[in-house]
């Protein structure tokens, strides 16, 4: 079964800043790879998702994420956050059994 | 489109009895639920998979029995917490496959069960 590792647990930024969070993931086959974001209080939405092609992925709300598969990766960017970007922001992984892994989480507090 | 509700969203329950969550596709059929348990401040764990029609397929560790899920119709899929202890406390969140698209999950808003 697949795996998924995010490396930061609880990032800080200013507003402006720019951010990167890292994803890695375990498995053999092919994938299809997810962000989601949690709101405070609210359910998940997604962010944004890689099926095949080009694998620089544009998502809502100016996020962007980079698949690199001899990396096994897929780090979520954004150029400039904002307050409202302050949320739990989950990597997930799905492989050819059609169940969805999710990787524990990063927090992003941005400060105004 | 693609919506997924979840009813209810909060409910308390004594220790011993049992509850029943209900995870509804709006505008979709859904061939495929999930059935995750989120802890506070963690990621989603998967608890089971269910296709309409057949039984669920539960995650090693997830007590089949405890946690009883029906996905009885294209639109609709129950869990219900048997003999709910306070360790069952926790938020669980539904998810649902539309049947023409395999690749992509709408999630439910969640439930959050607290067992007292």
């Known amino acids: 079964a697949q795996s998924v590792s995010q490396h930061n647990h609880h990032v800080i930024l200013s507003e402006a800043a720019s951010l990167e969070l890292g994803c890695n993931y375990s498995?053999?086959?092919?994938?299809?790879l997810f962000w989601y974001v949690q709101y405070p209080g609210q359910h998940l939405q997604l962010l944004l998702k890689?099926?095949?092609?080009?694998?620089l992925v544009k998502g809502i709300k100016g996020f962007e994420a980079e698949f690199i598969k001899s990396k096994f990766s897929f780090n979520l960017r954004k150029p400039s956050v904002q307050w409202s970007d302050t949320a739990e922001y989950f990597c997930a992984v799905k492989g050819n059994n059609n169940d969805m892994r999710f990787g524990a989480g990063t927090r992003l507090t941005v400060k105004p | 489109g693609a919506v997924v509700s979840q009813h209810p969203s909060w409910v308390i329950c004594k220790s011993g009895t049992s509850v029943k969550i209900e995870c509804r596709s709006l505008d979709f059929q859904a061939t495929t639920m999930f059935w995750y348990r989120q802890f506070p401040k963690q990621s989603l764990m998967l608890m089971a998979t269910?296709?309409?029609?057949?039984?669920?397929?539960?995650e090693q560790g997830v007590e089949k029995d405890k946690f009883l899920i029906n996905h009885a119709s294209l639109t609709l899929s129950t869990l219900t917490v048997t003999s709910a202890h306070p360790e069952d406390s926790s938020f669980y969140i539904c998810s649902a496959t539309p049947g023409t698209m395999a690749y992509e999950q709408y999630f439910g808003p969640g439930t959050r069960l607290t067992v007292t």
């Open positions: 890689y099926f095949s092609g080009d694998p």
């Open positions: 498995y053999g086959g092919t994938v299809n």
């Open positions: 269910s296709n309409e029609g057949s039984k669920a397929t539960y």
